[in-house]
């Protein structure tokens, strides 16, 4: 590199015997550079303040801005030639520690299991840094600035002023923090106006900061690393909590062959590195200080109150942040859509104890939910009225019976068909709440919506592309699925989209709800007609006006299919099986041949 840079210095046209103005100003302006970094050398070595070195440490920052600046790169040429140098560096690194991610969401055929071991190895190393950042004045003595400016000033100053930058940035950065996640809170939970919502958390963000502000002052260091561990230590267990139904997380470095990880270590694995990369820096710049060993503020004032402030701000936005993100987490298990849910019945009219006694047996045999008059019943209650001890009801959604006739295979039939009619009708209801909302908002990014309440990380609807206008974590619009639809309703669309081979439906913009509505019905009866015997197909949708289903073998690296029809915006790696529903632009598509078989003949669209 030093070759190339001389040569392009001193390079002359041929039959010109003395350098151009151009070779003229990069050598003055090399002289130049060279000087500035001598002066930062000789006064970092005959000056040992921690200010100076903030000084230099601006000086250099400077002239590496000047240098690689747009403007002195096209005119300098040696400027351009190293910039180039050190992008093509930057890319190699990038490349060599990059990993594409997917979701694997059909799980069928499985995909051979694999580890990516630069992947593992990045914690391992986070940890190594932090212990030895922390360990090395208590075990050699003497700080780093006591020991590398002894060789090179510019090799301490240079990462010194990267771990200053980086403590700045995690002290504004994490300052806000507490402030978002209370503005978050009272968008998803408090159902409060985003105005409102603001300023609560501008005033709860300034108290909290000036708390953490009063600790930094007050509390030792250690308290700090102790509540970072409690933290991180919630954040793993939380991972391990493995709900009923969960995808696996796909992977590939380079050209390799794509293997899948299990999602709760991928999660471990992120967690780990959120936790301790930030905590590098805070550990050069405090030393043995997080963990209770003597404190070196009087050589290293600035390090010290950088990293005081950094581990105090820094350990209550990962609080908050984990506070938040595993609430979600919980509420999302409590209502994990995958979980079996069982039968509830409501009976009226048994008011003898034996005879309850006797259906509480029978309950718990087949694993039902049972409750009894005077209780009110819950919203997916069949509800049952016993005509033997009590008057005929005239209510509609009640089957009356004799509670002989409980376990005959025809009742159980009529009483399992209405629980599924129960439910359906409370999934519609819900979806129809949230497509009036979304309906409401502004034009946003994208061009559909994601419906997916039959996962538990779906937690509400989702555009395909996120708008920095939607303001929350969950980047999903309210309401969530939990607060419209019952856990019971979203497992038995859990049940229906299992069978029927249908991992996601994307809704683009312009189809209303009734379109949706009908969807569904045809969703319900082939559940009801094909079980598990059959995916659903393109052509069970024929005939539903002013909207055409396309439905989607979305497989690992496979390109959008080109049709008048947009595709959502998703990862290329991945595998799901997507229902499409897309406002009607035209017979573009080839006929689908009607089947010979008639369980394959599409079935009469009607109400459920």
């Not at 470095?253 to 270590?265: D, F, H």
């Not at 930030?278 to 209770?292: F, H, K, N, T």
């Not at 909207?547 to 390109?559: C, G, W």
């Amino acid at each position: 590199m030093v070759k190339d840079l001389l040569a392009a210095i001193f390079r002359k046209s041929p039959g010109v015997q003395s350098a151009s103005r151009w070779n003229l100003r990069e050598s003055v302006t090399l002289i130049a550079v060279v000087a500035g970094l001598g002066i930062i050398e000789w006064i970092g070595r005959t000056q040992t303040s921690e200010l100076k070195d903030l000084a230099c440490a601006i000086l250099l920052a400077t002239l590496f801005r000047l240098v690689f600046s747009r403007y002195f790169c096209r005119r300098v040429r040696w400027a351009s030639a190293l910039s180039r140098r050190m992008r093509r560096v930057w890319n190699r690194i990038i490349v060599t520690f990059r990993y594409d991610w997917g979701l694997d969401l059909r799980r069928s055929p499985p995909i051979e299991r694999g580890l990516p071991r630069l992947f593992l190895l990045g914690p391992l190393l986070a940890l190594a840094a932090v212990s030895a950042a922390t360990l090395f004045n208590y075990a050699t003595g003497v700080t780093l600035r006591e020991t590398v400016p002894v060789v090179c000033y510019l090799a301490y100053l240079t990462p010194m002023a990267i771990i200053w930058g980086s403590l700045i940035v995690l002290v504004f950065g994490a300052a806000f923090s507490p402030g978002y996640v209370m503005f978050d809170a009272l968008l998803v939970y408090g159902k409060r106006p985003e105005r409102e919502s603001f300023r609560l958390s501008m005033v709860f963000a300034s108290i909290v900061a000036g708390g953490i502000l009063a600790l930094t002052l007050l509390a030792p260091t250690w308290l700090a690393t102790l509540l970072w561990s409690l933290t991180l230590l919630l954040s793993l267990t939380a991972n391990w909590l493995t709900p009923a139904w969960r995808p696996d997380c796909l992977w590939r470095k380079g050209e390799t062959a794509v293997r899948a990880m299990p999602m709760y270590l991928f999660l471990t694995i992120t967690d780990l590195l959120i936790a301790l990369v930030p905590a590098i820096p805070v550990s050069l710049a405090l030393g043995g200080e997080v963990i209770g060993l003597g404190s070196h503020f009087e050589s290293s004032p600035i390090s010290t109150g950088l990293g005081r402030l950094a581990i105090w701000y820094g350990t209550f936005a990962l609080l908050a942040s984990t506070l938040l993100m595993e609430s979600h987490y919980f509420l999302a298990r409590l209502s994990d859509p995958s979980r079996k849910s069982p039968l509830a019945l409501h009976l009226s009219g048994v008011e003898r104890p034996r005879q309850r006694r006797e259906l509480r047996l029978l309950a718990k045999r087949n694993g039902w939910k049972i409750r009894f008059a005077p209780n009110d019943p819950e919203r997916l209650d069949v509800r049952l009225q016993v005509v033997e001890s009590a008057p005929r009801t005239d209510e509609s959604n009640t089957i009356c019976l004799h509670l002989d006739d409980l376990e005959a295979e025809e009742t159980l039939l009529r009483i399992r068909r209405r629980d599924q009619v129960q439910k359906r009708r409370a999934l519609v209801k819900g979806i129809e709440a949230i497509f009036r909302r979304a309906a409401a908002r502004k034009q946003r990014e994208g061009s559909g919506y994601w419906l997916a309440p039959h996962y538990w990380f779906f937690p509400g609807l989702t555009r395909d592309v996120v708008s920095s206008d939607d303001a929350n974590s969950l980047d999903v619009i309210p309401p969530l699925y939990r607060d419209v639809m019952p856990r019971g309703a979203r497992h038995h669309f859990f049940e229906i989209c299992q069978a029927l081979k249908i991992d996601l439906i994307f809704v683009e913009d312009g189809v209303d709800f009734y379109a949706v509505r009908r969807v569904l019905r045809v969703m319900f009866e082939r559940f009801d007609i094909d079980a598990d015997k059959r995916p659903l197909e393109e052509v069970h949708f024929s005939g539903l006006p002013k909207i055409r289903v396309l439905i989607h073998e979305f497989t690992i690296d496979q390109p959008p299919r080109k049709t008048k029809y947009p595709e959502p915006s998703y990862q290329y790696l991945g595998r799901a099986r997507i229902l499409h529903v897309y406002r009607d632009r035209g017979d573009d598509e080839a006929l689908t041949p009607t089947p010979d078989v008639p369980e394959q003949l599409l079935s009469p669209v009607g109400s459920f």
